[in-house]
């Protein structure tokens, strides 16, 4: 037997990184170490199966037995990442699916999709008056009998064309602004950006570089984070791009990353990553679109409390802790440059106001996009991502919660999920004859299912008597059971030449019934605790990543949404970003979003003495209490 | 004879700093390289026999013949380093009198004064108000049902204890403001400073680290830089310290120094000086009284508008050139940080507003301290530095304007000029009998003649005939006269054991009057534009770092000021720090100082066509126009 080396060399291809780990390393920290993206979302414990790689050479490792490899993977070398020790050298090849560039062409389609849903920004109740603008101004040259200084006549010539009465100028601007000025002539382009109530010049640059001048907005989901590249001049959406949360190996939900950073000080770590992400996304839109970062002048974004805290390195961890405490709720603008954010280096970086630890700004966003703020009604909005946060409210007032509801809708934690992108099965229904009938995202071959997809299935199975009110497979002799190494699974597409079979297992569909019966429970305290009747509710909102087509219908059927008439009942989409989008295109609108965030009552449930008993009655489909649901009451009488 | 090498190495003395240079380096220069700071008023040229240093050692040098150097420093190896190459390694001592730890203890007498003559701010008419401060804040602890995030929290502490609608706290803060908060049990020191019509969240300490709240006021003179060490907590002024610019070695005037930075893209190296005096002080003023340097959380500065566009590295240039343009007249509150400053690295640098190209933030200073723009008479007020500033107005109106004096009454370009500091002669008086009574600043050995004693000189001389009213020597028998290698000299007090010889000679008279001519052409100018009549004016306030006891009724026989009743003239010292520590001390000052700044009228001299006419006719002792001087016709008839 070969003698021990101390230390391992690892080469990955394609990329041809190459670095030096201690014999024992796992090879999913080597990867990372290496700085090399690998999917996991189960933070390496070795049960989400996305970390795949494939050892091409290697004298020696150790990887645990799985039931995430198919026998042809085993003999064509796959290993996970996350279950195998570095015991010599070894070179591995990183499949092309964990790569931002293969996945990049799959999120255009899908994030395309929600700047459609969302109504387009700047176009609605608020004013034009971007946070950031570029304008021309020319001002008279001084003369012996007009002799203001340089600073204060470009002042004057930016108030002649915008209210500002409170305004600063960045030192290194005030530097070279007579130089500037001298050589434009005092023909130049200003771009000015408004924090609170001051505005900022941000930029003062020769000549007519006015005509260009972006900014992007950014959902920061805990699974998904989203970009969208627009034009400030005239609040278009020029460009959407999506990836994975390059945080997600730290832990599926935000709570568990505050613990890995607490117990690994990983705080930079957390912010690394998640700047990484944006910049990433950013770069990719401005390369595609041809744009040079120098134009983007501004990025704003919404998110959970936590994610906007990692993404600015402030302290998230009395986020998990009673009772439960953000460091900032109100965060002032910042030069993006200062958060490691490659635009404009001078360019700012807002985020949208939080309510709490665990209503962030991605909801205060979607109060604002979907206006139900305005209404004279009562109004539901309801946003599902790796939570489910629930409002309820009108006009004047708004309630609020958050259940922990988990990603399993966003398609993270179960087997065959997968975010809406090509191939996602989106729509599926079991026919009269019991066989079933799907779509996909870009009609491309079935690789996995999307949230939309995972709600249809749900509700298809219990409609159509596969599992029982509990969740629980029904076990016949229908073939499409087989026993998987997770038990019992029901296989909903048959394998083809060009995809694997997709199944789903009692543990995805048991994930799916907890996240729901954690939206309705939280909906359920809102209401009771607000004396709010179901007949009350003028109208739902539902938003998040589930894909383009949800059928609001059948989140009635499994017991998610409460049971008002379908035509009350509107997928709105990525209400997060826009929300950001309208915030981006008028300061009235930031106004507006801090008086939402400032208003809204939030309601723990964690201590709601109430809430632990309404999500144990949720947790069958539709509810323990039938009365609740009439109208599946009655799809299940017939059926 | 020797192979010359082609770098030689110099070794300083007593420092023991060492560098090499190129064969043929000019002295002063490699000096200048090795960061040793050698006293230099003309700029290398030759002509003020500053910068002497010892040659102890050396194979070769060159050093050009002047008259400079008596015939005993000529046989103790005494070279000017300006007129010196270096042809060979060598060892030189520099003599102490350089450095700035001889000249503390000399400036601190001088500078003390200073405090004791301006009226102690915060104690007048504006209420206490500082710029920066520090107050003990406690804080409810968060709970389940007082969630608000610490950011916030925070905000409304402030808010219950001072007036602050709009606030900021800078990234840094904010990242670390829960862990701060947590720690000290939400009992913290907070440090707030106004920023126009923001307040800043400087800094944010556990406990009761709010005792101490330190700042220190500037006045950036061309030729001299004076700090006070003030206590923010009480407007007391601490301590007080002085020195030379540092600048001076490249030109005696602003001007100059615009021109050397321009042809040698020298704006760097002009900054780091002014910076490098200014950190000096600051250290030399917290070791003497024991502070911590991060206990100072602003510094303010006044001075003429070139030195602040040179200490913010501000673009000077066009300055001088017309239509005479400053890049910044209302500098916004930076950093001091971003400057260099070596304060607390979150502290504020404060700069008082200007008013145009020619006349800075000292003389809007000193309208401030004088409080001439309050009074329903007309005031005078004159500032001597190394330009001669003049405002006129009341509380309806003021106008300005700046003459360039040139330092002649800071006691440079004046042979035995220095400037108000230990030995300097201030007062003299030449008796009936011809004889010569003075008497120096701490009754030391006589070492030179600062300002006041300058004054005393040409008007003693005029009085007791010994000049014309042309100032020229009337050369008698008189032994006193003789001829030096300026031309011919008048001994004002013969050399003793303890000293030289002390001097006037021809040239430094013709500065003396040319300076006054300066100052009182502007002062007609200005009269003449506002059809003011010397008895219009109720008051006259001469300010400047004259010394102490200034004379002014000979500030009136040379013809300086405008012949109204001494009781009408008062000398009111350095109100350029005067008036910044007034700004600090209260937000409604810095207002004022706003308000005066902007309502100034500025009168371009150079492009005035009087001017020049008026300057010929004050080139006089007292003027052409004895008319004007009645009270000193009737001395001279006298005399």
Redesign the interface.
């Known amino acids: 037997m070969k003698r021990q080396k101390k230390k391992c060399t690892i080469l990955f291809e394609p990329s041809g990184l190459k670095i030096e780990v201690p014999v024992g390393t796992v090879l999913l920290e080597a990867a990372r170490k290496a700085g090399i993206y690998l999917t996991s979302i189960c933070g390496g414990d070795g049960y989400c199966g996305k970390c795949k790689v494939i050892i091409d050479r290697s004298e020696q490792f150790q990887s645990r037995p799985t039931s995430l490899l198919t026998p042809d993977e085993i003999r064509e070398n796959v290993v996970l990442a996350c279950q195998t020790e570095v015991l010599s050298d070894m070179t591995i090849t990183v499949p092309k699916f964990h790569t931002l560039e293969t996945s990049q062409i799959l999120m255009d389609t899908d994030a395309h999709r929600f700047s459609e849903l969302a109504g387009e920004p700047g176009a609605g109740v608020f004013e034009f008056d971007p946070l950031v603008r570029k304008f021309a101004v020319e001002m008279s040259k001084?003369?012996?009998q007009?002799?203001?200084?340089?600073?204060?006549r470009l002042y004057v010539a930016i108030r002649d064309r915008i209210d500002a009465?409170?305004?600063?100028?960045g030192?290194r601007i005030?530097?070279?602004?007579?130089?500037t000025l001298?050589e434009a002539n005092y023909k130049v382009a200003v771009t000015i950006g408004r924090?609170?109530?001051?505005t900022e010049v941000i930029e003062v640059e020769p000549g007519k570089r006015c005509k260009t001048n972006l900014a992007v907005a950014v959902d920061l989901g805990t699974t998904t984070v989203v970009a969208h590249l627009i034009d400030l001049t005239n609040a278009k959406t020029i460009d959407t791009e999506a990836t994975y949360n390059n945080q997600i190996n730290f832990g599926e939900d935000y709570i568990r990353r505050i613990i890995y950073a607490e117990e690994n000080n990983a705080f930079d770590e957390m912010q690394n990553r998640i700047v990484h992400d944006v910049n990433n996304l950013i770069v990719t839109l401005a390369s595609r679109q041809k744009v040079d970062l120098q134009d983007i002048t501004a990025i704003i974004c919404a998110g959970n409390t936590a994610m906007v805290h990692f993404l600015?390195?402030?302290?998230p961890?009395?986020i998990r802790k009673?009772?439960?405490?953000?460091?900032?709720?109100?965060?002032?603008p910042?030069?993006a440059a200062?958060?490691g954010i490659q635009i404009n280096k001078r360019g700012l970086l807002y985020c949208l106001p939080?309510v709490?630890?665990y209503v962030g700004s991605d909801i205060v966003a979607g109060v604002l996009a979907t206006r139900i703020y305005t209404k004279k009604g009562i109004s539901l909005f309801v946003d599902i991502g790796t939570n489910g946060e629930v409002v309820l409210g009108n006009r004047d007032w708004l309630v609020c919660a958050s259940s922990s509801a988990g990603p399993a809708f966003e398609g993270s934690g179960v087997k065959h999920g997968m975010r809406a992108a090509a191939g996602a099965i989106e729509k599926l229904t079991i026919l009269g004859d019991g066989s079933i009938e799907f779509k996909t995202i870009g009609d491309a071959h079935p690789a996995g299912i999307c949230g939309s997809g995972l709600l249809d299935t749900l509700a298809e199975l219990f409609l159509n008597a596969i599992i029982d009110r509990t969740g629980r497979f029904k076990i016949s002799r229908d073939r499409r059971f087989t026993e998987g190494d997770d038990g019992w699974q029901f296989q909903l597409v048959p394998p083809g030449n060009e995809h694997h079979q997709i199944v789903i297992t009692q543990a995805d569909i048991n994930n799916l019934i907890r996240s729901k019966a954690g939206v309705f429970a939280a909906i359920r305290v809102l209401m009771d605790s607000t004396q709010t009747k179901i007949e009350d509710i003028d109208g739902i909102y539902i938003a998040g990543g589930f894909g383009n087509f949800l059928n609001v219908k059948k989140a009635v059927t499994i017991g998610m949404l409460p049971d008002v008439p379908p035509d009350k009942i509107q997928f709105v989409g990525n209400t997060s970003i826009a929300g950001a989008k309208t915030v981006l295109m008028s300061r009235k609108a930031l106004e507006t979003a801090e008086q939402i965030a400032k208003s809204m009552t939030?309601f723990?449930l964690m201590?709601h003495p109430g809430y632990m008993d309404e999500f144990i009655r949720a947790k069958f489909l539709p509810h323990t209490d039938l009365s609740l649901f009439p109208s599946v009451g009655n799809v299940m009488r017939r059926a």
């Open positions: 001084p003369t012996v007009d002799n203001t200084a340089d600073h204060e009465p409170i305004m600063q100028t030192f005030l530097q070279r602004l007579s130089k001298v924090r609170g109530g001051t600015l390195n402030l302290d961890t009395r009673e009772p439960y405490i953000a460091s900032v709720s109100f965060v002032p910042i030069r200062e958060a939080s709490a630890a939030y723990d201590s």
